[in-house]
């Protein structure tokens, strides 16, 4: 096996949050995907978790933003300085230059593979590897993926939902549609608006998600929760008892365009690797897959069974970071993202 340098690296670069994976040392950073920065000179003020709390809350002087927009660069300038603040955070040395593998949604554009590719290099990486977000939460997930033999995953992110069949360790059938868990947040702040004439911000909207939501009826586990904002006619702060049928209700637009893709998917899927998924089930992954009963509602719409990773939130970092191991094989093959490379080098480098 090829030595692992100290400053190889896998970043999940995501629409919510980005983890940063160092070879020999596992998973080192989670923070959101925000940067705080200076609306007339550009610069940067706070990166992760601290410009987090910035949103909603900066002067007129400052923006706090998340510069990836459904998985894939919206700013490119102040993606730079996120990638350049969390490589540093991690090295500690202005002199270093790791090597990089970044996992990109199977659905970007050459232009968008390009941009990551840069923004990358332009932080002070000295090399950079794109791998699939689908191929990653495989690996992560321990799924052998270089058996001839049909996986499914569906990862649900932030900002894009994956869904990709996977064997002899490349995606044979992928599909990825800009939906994931901020249009369940946009879609809940919308029906509140609509509903009780209330403005909330995206993390209460997220906290909603999170307390109240879920994919089938709760029966007798039916909540309810206190939600406050600004009321819109009296502009004053007002507080509203929120109950989780209305979230349900609020979310089914989302949840159904993701069903739709895994239906598609499934339906595109040649028959032998069909029957292997329907013997196997579907593998779940992403932040969004959390949703309660999420996984049962797939199970009912696509009659196989389904599982979800042991750690959704990181099996796409942890897959990535098991690539490092590998990056000396993986420099022979071409640096843009592409179903050729996807990972049969590296995996086979391994027998």
């Not at 990551?116 to 977000?133: N, T």
């Not at 989780?244 to 598609?264: F, G, H, K, N, Y």
Request: charged share 25%; aromatic share 2%; with cysteine.
């Amino acid at each position: 096996m090829p030595s692992l340098g100290v400053h190889d690296m896998a970043i999940d670069l995501g629409t919510a949050n980005t983890l940063v994976y160092v070879g020999g040392r596992g998973i080192v950073v989670s923070e959101p995907s925000v940067v705080a920065s200076d609306l007339g000179s550009g610069a940067v003020h706070a990166v992760g978790a601290e410009a987090e709390l910035m949103i909603g809350r900066t002067p007129a002087t400052i923006s706090a933003t998340r510069p990836l927009r459904h998985g894939v660069i919206a700013d490119f300038e102040v993606t730079e300085e996120m990638l350049r603040y969390f490589i540093r955070k991690v090295i500690d040395r202005r002199t270093a230059h790791p090597r990089l593998i970044v996992c990109a949604p199977s659905g970007v554009t050459e232009v968008e593979k390009r941009a990551v590719e840069e923004a990358s290099l332009a932080a002070g990486a000295r090399q950079v590897h794109l791998i699939e977000e689908p191929i990653a939460a495989a690996i992560g997930a321990g799924l052998e993926i270089e058996e001839p033999v049909g996986r499914m995953v569906v990862d649900v992110g932030g900002g894009t939902s994956e869904m990709a069949v996977i064997s002899l360790g490349g995606i044979v059938i992928a599909r990825s549609v800009r939906v994931g868990g901020y249009e369940m947040d946009e879609a809940i702040a919308s029906y509140i608006r609509n509903a009780y004439q209330l403005a909330i911000g995206s993390r209460t909207a997220e906290t909603i998600k999170i307390e109240l939501g879920s994919a089938l009826p709760l029966g007798d586990g039916e909540r309810i929760f206190e939600v406050r904002g600004r009321h819109l006619v009296s502009g004053l702060p007002t507080a509203v008892q929120l109950r989780s049928e209305e979230v349900r209700a609020a979310i089914a637009t989302p949840l159904a365009e993701i069903l739709r893709a895994i239906r598609d998917t499934l339906e595109q899927t040649p028959p032998e690797l069909a029957s292997d998924i329907a013997r196997d089930g579907i593998l779940l992954a992403g932040g969004g897959t959390l949703i309660r009963d999420f996984d049962e509602l797939v199970a009912r719409e696509t009659g196989m069974p389904v599982s979800r990773a042991e750690s959704p939130l990181t099996c796409v970092a942890v897959g990535s970071g098991q690539a490092l191991d590998h990056l000396d094989t993986l420099s022979l093959t071409t640096r843009q993202l592409g179903r050729s490379p996807a990972t049969p080098d590296w995996r086979t480098a391994q027998s």
